[in-house]
């Protein structure tokens, strides 16, 4: 927020806005040069504002604006914007978006980027290549003696922890481990009293560029894992002195004034990767080369107004960018036969790398426009299609997912354009019959590229419930009922689907199911919510596990054999509350609680593999919620013991961790909780919550990243002893997230709690009796059911019956 200590530009005489920026001194020089950044921000946020509000980015679709002015949304929002942000405490070369929930400010940041900087690092074995930290002192020249930096707490030389080994008076040589950001481990090693730090990268040879710290300001640089490792060995030789060097070649950059920095932040608070249409003009030559940042990243790096800050420029000529939808997987490798700065493609999945080939693809499906209808009507098309394509789109949407949201939305306004922009999504191989990877892969593995244009037939929400003739309808199909199998049946792709036969079967015995759907054609985009009778005999068996597969076939679609989905559901049973110590999330009724804002449609359950769970979604946005269990009667003969199942995968990136589950417990009705580590048992959290990203848990320990082979689940055991004997407790387990970005979320199952004297959880048992009809085909209205209680003079029934009767 804007204090006495920040520079805000005056309007001057006539309304006008306006100062003059001098590219020959530095951006922090004059309080002009900030007010100048300033300015440049605000137009370009507020143009941004104005065209995509044309298109549709309203108050009705949560934007952002101080006065809604009646026209729906939540209002009081207006985007902040920080020009120069965190300058004088160094902050440099980024700019980052926080986008909450609607009536919640965003905010947007703007960083100065650094010029090329000269570093050196010179030891007794010679120079090693080194790399200046992103914030801290940018000119220094520090010569000193080298001493390891240990803490304590394993890894033990990652300074994440208060330094213990003597680094007073000399240069800490730290290894980076993510444990906790860079940031901590200077700001540790300076507490400790070192002069300057050495910071080891253990992945690479060639140092990336840490974040550092600015308020620790001491010099420090980045070395490689070998020389790292030298360097080392050397110091538990005997005595290193090195000499640490850094210069800048030029005056710093600031992001407000490179537009393309700044329209692409902006698109994180719509729909990333906008910036490059809003750059090209009529008759620029649009199978040349568009960067992005070439103004910002002026650090020395060759070529930067053809590269940019990315791996290849933004073409849609293949000889200069020939990315496809495959180079979006770790592992594959990239195109050698373009210029560019490939590397090996082991890290293609992280967010950056993987946003260029969606940039590539939208930039493709812009110019096909443009091509069509000129450079101008092409861009407010494109930004028509995003806006509608985005309120069409899942949410944690999945490559197709969002190529599917933008066709769609252009099929409804312009079926042509539709063709057209399909048409540019499958010459990057993202056609009708490409298959993206889960959201739940942090590899992005599983990419099947196509450059094929078809129909693409799918099915889903598949329910089957005793909503026809039933004895108790209680969700449950039992023997001698009767309800309906609810199908929606979707084409994805861009021709009609023709001759679509749905088909529902089943090897369990004792259904009647009804006769296959067919339907003439199923235009693109189109779905259609299907409906097939089924009935359960008198004579089928009860408490049984049944499948039920629904086979669709049709032509022009993707799938030449057809598309399975399967239901596999408990039929001939009852849920019956309280009876359980273990609740293994299969009931309709549950004993846990959500709590938290938002809490309801966060928490629920999940099917995975055929198996039914709890799951708890990762939020984009900060939310604080629980599952809460009911209250557990804690005796005195046993120890107290909860066990569960459980995979996870919670935001996580560059060894940083920023969302997070863990497990609390109360003693008193669930007033106060504390983290169950507190109480000598050990959960295995994996990371500890990084702080500074509006985390409320940040520096706790939590479940946080990917859990191995994910989501397969793994056991959790917590013994508490006899420490609560005679106590009611509470278990719940606790989600907390960041303002941005999100991943899966928490699965959790078969929940067991031994030692208590309460059975709180729900089960199910099979059904007591039979449902029989006086009419064998269900299709009389005025047909009702009644229960006849348990009798042995009912034989041969075995508990008793369920009678349906005329009304009169």
């Known amino acids: 927020m804007f204090n006495g200590a920040d520079v805000r530009p005056e309007v001057k005489s006539g309304r006008v806005l306006n100062y003059s920026y001098n590219q020959n001194i530095g951006p922090l020089d004059t309080p002009d040069q900030s007010k100048a950044a300033a300015v440049n921000a605000f137009y370009i946020v507020n143009w941004l504002h104005d065209w995509y509000y044309d298109s549709g980015f309203t108050e009705a679709t949560a934007n952002a604006q101080l006065d809604n002015l009646g026209r729906g949304g939540v209002a009081g929002d207006p985007l902040l914007v920080t020009s120069q942000a965190g300058a004088n405490t160094g902050l440099r070369n980024n700019a980052d978006m926080s986008t909450p929930a609607d009536g919640a400010r965003p905010r947007m940041r703007m960083f100065l980027w650094t010029a090329g900087t000269n570093t050196a690092l010179s030891t007794p074995a010679g120079t090693v290549r080194s790399e200046a930290f992103a914030t801290g002192p940018r000119s220094f020249d520090l010569i000193g003696d080298v001493a390891l930096a240990t803490d304590g707490t394993a890894p033990n030389d990652d300074a994440c922890q208060p330094v213990t080994s003597n680094v007073s008076g000399k240069i800490a040589l730290v290894n980076f481990s993510g444990v906790c950001g860079s940031t901590a481990t200077v700001n540790d090693v300076r507490a400790a009293g070192a002069i300057g730090i050495i910071l080891v990268d253990p992945a690479n040879d060639d140092p990336r560029a840490f974040t550092g710290s600015a308020a620790a300001n001491i010099p420090g640089l980045a070395i490689g894992k070998t020389d790292g490792a030298a360097l080392q060995a050397a110091v538990a030789a005997g005595t290193v002195t090195v000499e640490l060097q850094s210069a800048p070649t030029g005056p710093e950059r600031d992001g407000d004034l490179d537009n393309g920095v700044v329209a692409h932040e902006w698109g994180h608070y719509l729909h990333h990767r906008l910036a490059m249409m809003m750059m090209v003009r009529e008759g620029d030559n649009r199978d040349g080369v568009y960067a992005l940042a070439p103004y910002a990243l002026a650090d020395g790096t060759p070529n930067v107004a053809y590269f940019g800050i990315r791996r290849f420029p933004y073409s849609r000529d293949r000889t200069k960018n020939d990315l496809s939808f495959r180079h979006i997987s770790n592992g594959v490798a990239l195109p050698t036969n373009t210029p560019g700065f490939p590397g090996t493609g082991a890290n293609n999945s992280e967010v950056h790398n993987t946003g260029e080939i969606w940039a590539t693809m939208m930039w493709e499906a812009f110019n096909v426009l443009a091509d069509a209808h000129g450079v101008t009507v092409a861009r407010r098309r494109m930004a028509d299609y995003v806006v509608a394509g985005l309120l069409l789109t899942p949410p944690n949407a999945t490559f197709t997912e969002g190529r599917d949201g933008i066709l769609a939305a252009a099929s409804a306004l312009d079926s042509d354009d539709m063709i057209l922009m399909a048409a540019a999504f499958a010459g990057r191989g993202a056609g009708s019959c490409a298959v993206a ?130 239901l596999t559901m408990r039929t001939g049973v009852d849920d019956v509350p309280n009876s359980s110590i273990v609740d293994h999330a299969e009931t309709r009724i549950s004993a846990w609680t959500p709590t938290g804002t938002g809490a309801a449609s966060l928490w629920g359950r999940a099917t995975v593999t055929g198996n039914t769970m709890f799951f708890g979604v990762n939020s984009p946005v900060a939310t604080d919620t629980q599952f809460v269990s009911p209250a557990l009667a804690v005796g005195t003969s046993q120890n107290l013991v909860l066990k569960f199942n459980h995979a996870f995968d919670l935001e996580a990136s560059g060894g940083q961790f920023f969302d997070g589950g863990v497990v609390e417990i109360s003693l008193n009705g669930g007033t106060t909780w504390n983290d169950v580590s507190a109480f000598g048992v050990t959960p295995g959290y994996t990371g500890t919550l990084f702080v500074g990203s509006g985390n409320v848990i940040g520096g706790r320990q939590a479940f946080t990243g990917t859990s191995p082979g994910f989501p397969a689940l793994a056991p959790v055991t917590l013994d508490f002893g006899k420490v609560f004997a005679g106590l009611n407790v509470m278990f719940r387990f606790r989600i907390a997230t960041d303002a941005s970005v999100s991943q899966t979320g928490w699965l959790i199952d078969d929940v067991e709690v031994d030692g208590i004297t309460n059975t709180p959880f729900p089960s199910l048992v099979t059904e007591p009796s039979t449902c029989t009809a006086r009419r064998a085909d269900f299709e009389e209205p005025a047909v009702i059911a009644t229960r006849l209680a348990p009798a042995t003079s009912l034989a041969p029934f075995d508990n008793g019956v369920c009678i349906l009767q005329d009304t009169p």
């Open 437 to 566: 990877p889960p959201n739940s892969s942090a590899a992005n593995a599983g990419v099947v590229e196509s450059g094929t244009l078809a129909a693409k037939l799918s099915a889903g929400g598949i329910s089957l419930t005793d909503d026809g003739i039933s004895c108790d309808h209680d969700g449950y199909l039992d023997p001698g009922e009767s309800g309906q199998l609810r199908i929606t049946l979707a084409n994805n792709g861009i021709l009609a689907a023709e001759n679509v036969t749905v088909t529902a079967s089943t090897t369990n015995t004792g259904f009647r199911i009804g006769a296959p759907i067919k339907i003439a054609a199923m235009q693109p985009f189109s779905s259609s919510s299907l409906t097939i009778p089924v009935t359960l005999l008198q004579t089928a068996p009860r408490n049984t596990v049944a499948t039920i597969t629904v086979h669709v076939a049709g032509e022009q679609s993707c799938d030449k054999s057809g598309v399975n989905l399967t």
